[in-house]
């Protein structure tokens, strides 16, 4: 299976440049499986295309403002996202400057204090940082928000709160799970009188999320590592939810990550560690029976995994009919609700 095999044309007008007014005013576009049509629809129409005893799974990860910009000794501006805490001071992050730093370099941080580098970790550089205040807790007021490439301006305060779920807790992100960006709380009143039951995984999105596929040939494909943890509270609620006759469905590509990592011999388990896995057609879905998601970059890993649990044809179908539709696309844009070809859908 080669990269250009989930090429699309999306015209440059339709990549969401700020988030809507109200979150669940973005279109929601419903993809049952082929031949059944497509349909146009809210994400405040949730409650209704949803069951009672259904479960909705979010990602309850918050996002740090992981952006900095400094100067080195040398006088070379520095720009630096972490992609990663480690603690003690510590973190990976990938270093935008004109000449590599080495180890032992230090950078002058525009809001105070340095960072030394200490060395490389593949592609990442791993810095400790001299602040006045435990790094996770500075970042909060040092940092800058880390916005996607593709929302070409400068974050502004609304984006401190946009950028970010509603059920956000669990800090060490540094891009939003954007399918969670559409629920506020109206929202989700109405689909707990709905009888819509709720589940969180943690899954911290890594800097690699952007990282674009350099290879052909996918089967040469190195996926970047994130840290996950699915809870055993978390588990049980979808055992109960499946013995019910319930459906799970996952709100976004990083629950579906989550929960096909955690997957052993064919069960979900309680999982909590690293995950590189990489899903793209042929690979079978088995831990959700359908998914929330936004619109992904042409030639994306975030693309192959929908058209792994939709079908590659009928998910160009969707984004054909997206684009024709004017939906918008991306982080701040519009979403879809895919059904797997097993589930029922009403």
């Given at each position: 299976?080669?990269?250009?095999?989930?090429?699309?044309?999306?015209?440059?007008?339709?990549?969401?440049?700020?988030?809507?007014?109200?979150?669940?005013?973005?279109?929601?576009?419903?993809?049952?499986?082929?031949?059944?049509?497509?349909?146009?629809r809210h994400v405040r129409d949730l409650p209704e295309l949803l069951q009672p005893g259904d479960l909705l799974v979010f990602n309850d990860t918050r996002v740090i403002p992981a952006r900095l910009f400094g100067q080195k000794a040398s006088g070379g501006r520095v720009e630096i996202l972490i992609e990663r805490l480690l603690g003690a001071q510590q973190a990976r992050a990938q270093i935008g400057a004109s000449k590599s730093p080495k180890a032992g370099g230090r950078i002058a941080l525009d809001a105070g204090g340095e960072a030394e580098v200490l060395g490389r970790d593949g592609e990442f550089y791993l810095l400790r940082f001299e602040v006045p205040e435990p790094l996770e807790q500075?970042?909060?007021?040092?940092?800058?928000?880390?916005?996607p490439p593709y929302i070409r301006r400068e974050p502004g305060l609304d984006d401190r709160e946009r950028y970010q779920t509603v059920f956000?807790?669990?800090?060490?992100?540094?891009?939003a799970p954007t399918a969670g960006l559409h629920f506020d709380e109206p929202l989700l009143?109405?689909?707990?009188?709905?009888?819509?039951?709720?589940?969180?995984?943690?899954?911290?999105?890594?800097?690699?999320?952007?990282?674009?596929?350099r290879v052909e040939s996918l089967s040469d494909h190195v996926m970047h590592r994130e840290w996950l943890n699915v809870g055993a509270e978390l588990v049980e609620q979808v055992r109960r939810t499946?013995?019910?006759?319930?459906r799970v469905i996952a709100v976004g590509t990083t629950v579906v990550r989550s929960l096909e990592s955690a997957m052993r011999d064919g069960e979900l388990q309680p999982f909590a560690g690293e995950t590189q896995i990489f899903i793209l057609p042929g690979y079978r879905i088995r831990s959700v029976d359908a998914m929330v998601t936004n619109f992904h970059l042409p030639e994306s890993t975030l693309l192959m995994m929908v058209s792994a649990f939709a079908g590659r044809e009928r998910i160009f179908e969707a984004y054909h009919h997206a684009i024709a539709g004017q939906y918008r696309f991306f982080s701040y844009g519009d979403a879809m609700l895919l059904w797997s070809a097993d589930a029922p859908t009403a």
């Open positions: 299976m080669k990269k250009s095999d989930f090429h699309y044309e999306l015209p440059e007008a339709l990549i969401a440049q700020a988030p809507l007014a109200e979150r669940s005013a973005s279109r929601l576009m419903i993809v049952p499986p082929a031949p059944a049509a497509l349909q146009d500075w970042l909060l007021h040092a940092g800058r928000l880390p916005l956000a807790r669990e800090t060490g992100a540094v891009a009143a109405r689909l707990r009188e709905r009888g819509v039951e709720f589940g969180h995984v943690t899954l911290h999105v890594g800097a690699g999320t952007f990282q674009p596929v499946r013995a019910a006759g319930g």
